[in-house]
């Protein structure tokens, strides 16, 4: 079993930047493809990043892209989701997850680890 452990979240103004981070609880996780879904009060939840296991490939929603980034370091264990230029409906409950199943996709199902969630509000 894998374990996810999100952190970073918090309460920031509009236009202003959060850095959230992901550590799993084994070093495998280097192997593994990892992304970054949220989930908005009386919504479902949705993708909004993903990254390859080598860091080579990344993917973002339309909603993000240009305002978020994704990264890894696996030498740190370490996932990371920079958010920019945050708006009032960026607030969400954040989780990391991660994909062992060596099928590159942004589809909640092949993501088979997931994290606890963080909560980022963004105030207008």
């Known amino acids: 079993q894998v374990q996810l452990v999100e952190s970073g979240g918090g309460l920031v103004q509009a236009g202003g930047s959060l850095r959230l981070s992901c550590q799993p609880s084994r070093r495998t996780f280097r192997n593994y493809d990892m992304g970054w879904f949220r989930q908005a009060l009386g919504k479902e939840r949705e993708f909004v990043a993903a990254?390859?296991?080598?860091?080579?490939?990344?993917d973002y929603a339309d909603s993000v892209k240009g305002r978020f980034t994704i990264s890894r370091d696996n030498a740190e264990n370490t996932v990371y989701l920079q958010m920019n230029s945050l708006k009032p409906e960026d607030t969400a409950v954040y989780y990391c997850a991660a994909n062992s199943n060596y099928a590159w996709g942004r589809e909640q199902a092949a993501f088979d680890y997931w994290g606890q969630g963080t909560q980022v509000t963004v105030s207008s």
């Open positions: 990254i390859n296991w080598s860091g080579g490939r990344t």
